[in-house]
């Protein structure tokens, strides 16, 4: 299937069944707290089997950071063309890894709400925080593919990819973790490295 065609009606039933998985889960992890929820109480809200929750998802924690789904450094990287030549400069690869990072972050707030709670489940959740931590360093690993992709040197695609990261979490601190604020303040973080 070619980028541009519809997607089929199996995948958008699959997609429906993804959806009201993820909804069932929120709406319970919000009603019981995520330690009160089980697989099998999600399975029933979504009115599926929990053959079917197993089908796309390995465990209750997935579902946390299903909302991410897409959203990655490297589709954001589709839309945001890098400059023609990296290479050893530093500043050419902050920079195509600013507009990443924000592009990202713009994606990522897009409703407020679910970044909010997720947030939250994730700072009270020990496993959570784990995972979460885990998919931050695959970020890095991201940015320095397409950095390196893009004709950056290694050492130099490192560098930015890790910046871009720290960048990332001092406009969370910056913004208090504020959807509303906080790709402005991803975005001065990196401003203040220029």
């Not at 009115?47 to 465990?59: L, N, P």
């Not at 589709?78 to 972050?105: K, M, N, Q």
């Not at 925080?129 to 970020?139: E, F, G, I, N, V």
Request: with cysteine; net charge negative; proline share 5%.
């Amino acid at each position: 299937m070619a980028p541009s065609d519809p997607p089929t009606l199996r995948e958008r039933r699959q997609q429906r069944v993804r959806e009201s998985i993820i909804t069932a889960a929120r709406e319970l992890f919000a009603e019981h707290g995520f330690d009160q929820v089980t697989v099998t109480d999600i399975a029933a809200r979504a009115e599926v089997g929990r053959a079917t929750f197993f089908r796309y998802f390995g465990d209750k924690q997935e579902v946390v950071f299903a909302a991410e789904g897409g959203k990655s450094m490297t589709a954001e990287a589709t839309h945001t063309p890098a400059p023609e030549a990296i290479g050893d400069s530093l500043p050419a690869a902050l920079a195509y890894v600013r507009r990443v990072v924000v592009a990202f972050t713009a994606e990522l707030v897009e409703d407020p709400e679910a970044y909010t709670e997720h947030e939250r489940l994730v700072a009270e959740q020990p496993e959570l925080l784990a995972r979460s931590l885990t998919k931050q360093r695959r970020h890095v690993t991201e940015l320095v593919e397409l950095l390196t992709d893009n004709g950056a040197e290694p050492a130099t695609a490192s560098l930015a990819a890790e910046l871009g990261i720290a960048c990332f979490h001092a406009g969370r601190t910056a913004a208090d973790d504020e959807p509303s604020r906080l790709t402005a303040a991803v975005d001065a973080a990196f401003a203040r490295l220029a």
